[in-house]
């Protein structure tokens, strides 16, 4: 009940005679190259970094008052 192997190629044969090989070679080649950008684009999109919470702050012994300071 599928399309069969005659269905096809009587589709092809319609097609090739509409659009002749020259068009059909030049639009597999835009669609191939379409396809080919979309993937590089997809591939070269950066992920979605998520936000880091800050780093908690160290207090050092520079930054510790002194009993000089006071």
Known sequence: MGIGIWELLLLFMIVLLLF???RLRN???DLGSAIKSFRSAM???DPVEKPQPP???IA???DKPSAKDA
């Open 20 to 22: 002749g090989t020259k």
């Open 27 to 29: 639009i597999g080649g």
């Open 43 to 45: 591939h070269d999109q």
């Open 60 to 62: 050092q012994e520079d």
């Open 55 to 57: 780093a908690p702050e």
